[in-house]
């Protein structure tokens, strides 16, 4: 069993990880919607992968004996300017799991909860490697550029 803070904490985590799966299953269809086939495919397997934390971070509080909780949800952003002002939201969102993912370590420490601060500890880590991964396509935006030829190294690159 977990404490009633770790797990209230721990569905949060659940809440912050759907919110994202539903936000890049979004930006897929906006880039479905204006042609940008890479991206829809990079953003349908992030929405995926963080469906995947959110299914672990279910399986972990179930196994504790504990109940997780469902979150209700508002609707994601649906317009955007272009694909760099979405890798730029995507890396915000990205950072904003990692600081939500330390906190929930932290928090686990501090309730000498050492079994589920070593179980966040590899979701960290992951979580970490995925937040470099939009910083390196963000680095690409910008030496491609958003013109008509830096769009499509862009959507190719995406989809590889």
Same mark, same amino acid.
């Given at each position: 069993?977990?404490?009633?803070?770790?797990?209230?904490?721990?569905?949060? !985590?659940?809440?912050?990880?759907?919110?994202?799966?539903?936000?890049?299953? /979004?930006?897929?269809?906006?880039?479905?919607?204006?042609?940008?086939?890479?991206?829809?495919?990079?953003?349908?397997? $992030?929405?995926? @992968?963080?469906?995947? =934390?959110?299914?672990?971070?279910?399986?972990?509080? $179930?196994?504790? @004996?504990?109940?997780?909780?469902?979150?209700? !949800?508002?609707?994601?952003?649906?317009?955007?300017?272009?694909?760099?002002?979405?890798?730029?939201?995507?890396?915000?969102?990205? !950072?904003?799991?990692?600081? $939500?993912?330390?906190?929930?370590?932290?928090?686990?420490?501090?309730?000498?909860?050492?079994?589920?601060?070593?179980?966040? =500890?590899?979701?960290?880590?992951? /979580?970490?490697?995925?937040? @470099?991964?939009? /910083?390196?396509?963000? =680095?690409?935006?910008?030496?491609?550029?958003?013109?008509?030829?830096?769009?499509?190294?862009? @959507?190719?690159?995406?989809?590889?």
């Amino acid at each position: 069993m977990l404490q009633e803070k770790i797990v209230k904490a721990l569905n949060e !985590q659940l809440k912050h990880e759907e919110r994202n799966s539903r936000l890049y299953l /979004q930006i897929a269809g906006w880039c479905e919607k204006n042609n940008f086939t890479g991206g829809a495919k990079w953003f349908y397997d $992030a929405s995926e @992968d963080e469906t995947k =934390h959110k299914m672990i971070l279910a399986k972990y509080i $179930a196994d504790k @004996d504990e109940l997780f909780v469902i979150p209700a !949800q508002e609707a994601p952003e649906n317009s955007f300017s272009d694909i760099k002002a979405i890798f730029e939201l995507t890396y915000k969102t990205e !950072q904003g799991t990692s600081e $939500a993912l330390m906190n929930l370590e932290k928090l686990a420490l501090v309730e000498n909860d050492f079994i589920t601060a070593q179980f966040l =500890h590899g979701l960290l880590v992951e /979580q970490i490697e995925e937040e @470099d991964k939009v /910083q390196k396509v963000l =680095h690409f935006i910008e030496l491609a550029g958003i013109t008509a030829p830096g769009l499509a190294l862009i @959507d190719n690159m995406l989809g590889s």
